[in-house]
């Protein structure tokens, strides 16, 4: 059974950083894109970061370009997400997805990013 889960999220304050961390357990092989998704109440999951292959192009949403570095050790089934400079507008729910073609599609469970002071 395949499954990814999230970690590293929190409370910080405005300007500070994160660092999230997204394991995948019970695949066969590191060979998906993997991505960030975020997700505030009453809005839809948008895409934060994508990472298209253990060399692939990464893409990143214009309001986290120069903030957001999203980055995989495929030894570690490992995804990462860090987050600096954070904003209150960050707040949300962030999902780890791993994707490949449109039958083998994995969401985490997400964890809580909290930016206030």
């Known amino acids: 059974q395949v499954q990814l889960v999230e970690s590293g999220g929190g409370l910080v304050q405005p300007g500070g950083s994160l660092r999230l961390s997204c394991v995948g357990s019970g695949f066969a092989d590191t060979w998906y894109t993997m991505s960030w998704y975020r997700q505030t109440p009453g809005n839809e999951r948008e895409l934060v970061a994508s990472s298209a292959g253990p060399a692939g192009a990464t893409m990143y949403a214009d309001s986290v370009k120069g903030r957001f570095t999203i980055s995989r050790d495929d030894a570690k089934n490992t995804v990462y997400l860090q987050m600096n400079s954070l904003k209150p507008e960050d707040t949300a729910v962030y999902y780890c997805?791993?994707?490949?073609?449109?039958?083998?599609?994995?969401w985490g469970q997400g964890t809580q990013v909290t930016v206030s002071s």
């Open positions: 997805n791993w994707r490949r073609g449109p039958r083998s599609i994995y």
